[in-house]
């Protein structure tokens, strides 16, 4: 089950990252997540929006989704980020940006979507009891 | 744009020896020279240079205390500054004719901005907000303890009595200002250690594309900074793990690692 996306749309600039950065702290918090789990998912989606920008065609703007999931014994977010490329080509997963994004996140993957390249990260964790 | 805690220091060095006789400074000028003249390894230095950081205590205590009231308890400070002084003792050149409290105060002033840096608040934050980041630490601290893992933000906020979005606002403050002091200028000097880590870093870095451009980026960062990267990154540890092996809070970890990132990035602008 899914509930409806938060979205985000910012320009390619560095200095929006800290958007990125707050709304995914606010829906990992929602999601009942432990703060360092948190913390590593907003890394994440603040690194995959960096890397998505060196991409980004001229004037485009970067849009961010944040899609809160729960299933099962699970709670999570899904992360989709996408901008009109400029090269017309999905990230290489040898970067180094990449090894930082797969290393927080359950699951990263790119695909391109018409002009968009898009990047997907999904992030669980064990519903903890209150 | 850093506006760090105030300078004025030219006017500490007079003040806080105004309790000293001539003979405490007749005995500070043969402890340093005695001590100049010693090699590297003289088992009496150890005496020496103890004795002279207990002279020159009430100087840290001094210059820690003009950074009150910027959300770090005196203790901390006088223990960060006591750092500073213990390297002004041993890089102290008696010849080169400058008081020895001339010489320590920027070393210890150095050392109590590096805290307030590493803490993130180079910059002026809000008096509330910097409480918040206090307590948060804190009481991340006492639950990741008493939980044996790290808290989730609706425990936090029941523990410590204040509402969630309080945390939020903490938790983001904290990251925009650790964020923000990247652009400030850095004296820290605790230096890259080039020669002990190379190796691991090839070995991190295996498979991954650019090592040309990274390993020197990855090698001259700090040493702590380098091996956080290391144990989050390829050693997988959470950050709570790493904070408890390094001795820093996990908020502390958190900063550093979006600080060191934040950095790396703006390095690497062909990683695509």
């Given at each position: 089950m899914s509930a409806r996306p938060i979205v985000l749309q910012i320009p390619a600039s560095s200095a929006y990252l800290v958007l990125v950065r707050a709304a995914t702290t606010a829906v990992c918090a929602r999601a009942g997540y432990p703060i360092d789990r948190l913390d590593d998912t907003a890394q994440a989606a603040s690194e995959a929006a960096a890397l998505l920008m060196r991409d980004a065609a001229p004037g485009a703007l970067l849009t961010v989704s944040l899609t809160p999931a729960k299933d099962g014994g699970l709670t999570g977010v899904d992360i989709d980020v996408s901008v009109r490329s400029s090269s017309g080509r999905t990230p290489r997963p040898t970067t180094f940006s990449w090894t930082i994004v797969a290393a927080l996140v359950d699951h990263v993957s790119t695909r391109m979507n018409g002009e968009n390249v898009e990047l997907h990260l999904r992030s669980r964790q064990e519903v903890i009891a209150q | 744009m850093s506006t760090t805690p105030t300078d004025a220091?030219?006017?500490?060095v007079i003040t806080h020896r105004s309790g000293w006789s001539a003979r405490d400074r007749v005995i500070e000028r043969r402890l340093l020279t005695e001590l100049t003249a010693m090699?590297?390894?003289?088992?009496r230095r150890r005496a020496l240079r103890d004795q002279l950081v207990t002279m020159h205590l009430p100087l840290v205590e001094y210059l820690a205390r003009r950074f009150r009231?910027?959300?770090?308890s005196h203790e901390d400070l006088v223990q960060v500054g006591t750092i500073g002084l213990i390297n002004a003792v041993d890089r102290?050149?008696?010849?080169?004719?400058?008081e020895f409290s001339t010489f320590a105060t920027p070393t210890i002033v150095g050392e109590i901005k590096r805290h307030f840096r590493d803490r993130g608040w180079a910059i002026r934050v809000p008096r509330r907000l910097q409480e918040m980041r206090m307590l948060l630490n804190r009481g991340t601290a006492e639950l990741t303890q008493k939980l044996g893992r790290s808290p989730t933000v609706a425990e936090l906020a029941e523990h410590l009595g204040v509402t969630e979005d309080e945390i939020l606002e903490g938790l983001e403050s904290s990251q925009a200002y650790a964020t923000k002091s990247l652009d400030g200028s850095s004296d820290?000097?605790?230096g890259p250690s080039m020669a002990a880590s190379l190796g691991k870093i090839d070995l991190a870095l295996e498979g991954v594309d650019n090592r040309e451009t990274l390993r020197p980026l990855l090698a001259s960062l700090p040493e702590r900074e380098q091996r956080i990267l290391m144990l989050r990154?390829?050693?997988?540890?959470t950050q709570s793990e790493i904070a408890a092996e390094i001795g820093l809070s996990q908020m502390h970890v958190s900063r550093l690692l979006a600080r060191t990132l934040a950095g790396l990035r703006e390095q690497m602008l062909d990683d695509y």
């Amino acid at each position: 089950m899914s509930a409806r996306p938060i979205v985000l749309q910012i320009p390619a600039s560095s200095a929006y990252l800290v958007l990125v950065r707050a709304a995914t702290t606010a829906v990992c918090a929602r999601a009942g997540y432990p703060i360092d789990r948190l913390d590593d998912t907003a890394q994440a989606a603040s690194e995959a929006a960096a890397l998505l920008m060196r991409d980004a065609a001229p004037g485009a703007l970067l849009t961010v989704s944040l899609t809160p999931a729960k299933d099962g014994g699970l709670t999570g977010v899904d992360i989709d980020v996408s901008v009109r490329s400029s090269s017309g080509r999905t990230p290489r997963p040898t970067t180094f940006s990449w090894t930082i994004v797969a290393a927080l996140v359950d699951h990263v993957s790119t695909r391109m979507n018409g002009e968009n390249v898009e990047l997907h990260l999904r992030s669980r964790q064990e519903v903890i009891a209150q | 744009m850093s506006t760090t805690p105030t300078d004025a220091e030219s006017t500490d060095v007079i003040t806080h020896r105004s309790g000293w006789s001539a003979r405490d400074r007749v005995i500070e000028r043969r402890l340093l020279t005695e001590l100049t003249a010693m090699e590297p390894d003289d088992p009496r230095r150890r005496a020496l240079r103890d004795q002279l950081v207990t002279m020159h205590l009430p100087l840290v205590e001094y210059l820690a205390r003009r950074f009150r009231d910027r959300g770090e308890s005196h203790e901390d400070l006088v223990q960060v500054g006591t750092i500073g002084l213990i390297n002004a003792v041993d890089r102290f050149d008696v010849e080169r004719g400058v008081e020895f409290s001339t010489f320590a105060t920027p070393t210890i002033v150095g050392e109590i901005k590096r805290h307030f840096r590493d803490r993130g608040w180079a910059i002026r934050v809000p008096r509330r907000l910097q409480e918040m980041r206090m307590l948060l630490n804190r009481g991340t601290a006492e639950l990741t303890q008493k939980l044996g893992r790290s808290p989730t933000v609706a425990e936090l906020a029941e523990h410590l009595g204040v509402t969630e979005d309080e945390i939020l606002e903490g938790l983001e403050s904290s990251q925009a200002y650790a964020t923000k002091s990247l652009d400030g200028s850095s004296d820290d000097d605790d230096g890259p250690s080039m020669a002990a880590s190379l190796g691991k870093i090839d070995l991190a870095l295996e498979g991954v594309d650019n090592r040309e451009t990274l390993r020197p980026l990855l090698a001259s960062l700090p040493e702590r900074e380098q091996r956080i990267l290391m144990l989050r990154f390829f050693q997988n540890k959470t950050q709570s793990e790493i904070a408890a092996e390094i001795g820093l809070s996990q908020m502390h970890v958190s900063r550093l690692l979006a600080r060191t990132l934040a950095g790396l990035r703006e390095q690497m602008l062909d990683d695509y």
